[in-house]
Each structure stands twice: as structure tokens, then as C-alpha cells.
């Protein structure tokens, strides 16, 4: 397969799922309600997303890089907000 398509793939996938969570951040960060957001799973997977990043440094893998730190932010913020608020 195409190097330049598979890169696409990556970026198209990288930009959906770190998107995904900017209504959730968003939502945590003005009401400040956390209440339904579950402190296991979020800190499971603030830890897979460290990992992830880990991954795509070590691979020097720019769309898993630039994807993992954004989620890794909005993540542990409201893994944060959780710990604080919830």
C-alpha cells in the first residue's frame, strides 16, 4: 500500500478520535460536572494514551505523536477535574 495513504489513514484516524473528546472536555470544563465520567476508566486510559505516545515518539510516528498528546492533555485534564471535582 501507498506510504503517502497510509499516512492519510493515520491522520484522518488520529484527527477523529482526539476530536472526540473535545465535547467532553468542554462540557467538563464549564459546568465543572464530572459526575458521570467513571475515575477507573479514565485513568486506564489516560495511561494507554502516555503509552501510545510513547509508542509513536519511539517510532518517530507523527500523526500518532501530535494525535497522542493532544488526547493525553484533554485526558488527564478532565482525569484532573475528576480527581478534584469528583
Avoid: C, E
Avoid at 491522520?11 to 464549564?30: E, G, R, Y
Avoid at 515518539?57 to 501530535?66: G, H, K, S
Avoid at 493525553?72 to 477535574?81: F, Q, R, S, V, W
Amino acid at each position: 500500500m501507498n506510504a503517502g495513504l497510509i499516512d492519510l489513514i493515520g491522520s484522518v484516524a488520529a484527527v477523529l478520535t482526539t476530536a472526540s473528546f473535545i465535547p467532553q472536555a468542554w462540557h467538563s470544563f464549564k459546568t465543572r460536572d464530572v459526575s458521570g465520567i467513571s475515575l477507573g476508566m479514565y485513568s486506564v486510559f489516560t495511561v494507554g494514551v502516555a503509552l501510545w505516545l510513547l509508542y509513536g515518539i519511539l517510532l518517530l510516528a507523527w500523526p500518532l505523536i501530535i494525535a497522542n498528546s493532544i488526547t493525553l492533555a484533554l485526558a488527564a485534564t478532565i482525569l484532573g477535574m475528576k480527581l478534584r471535582f469528583g
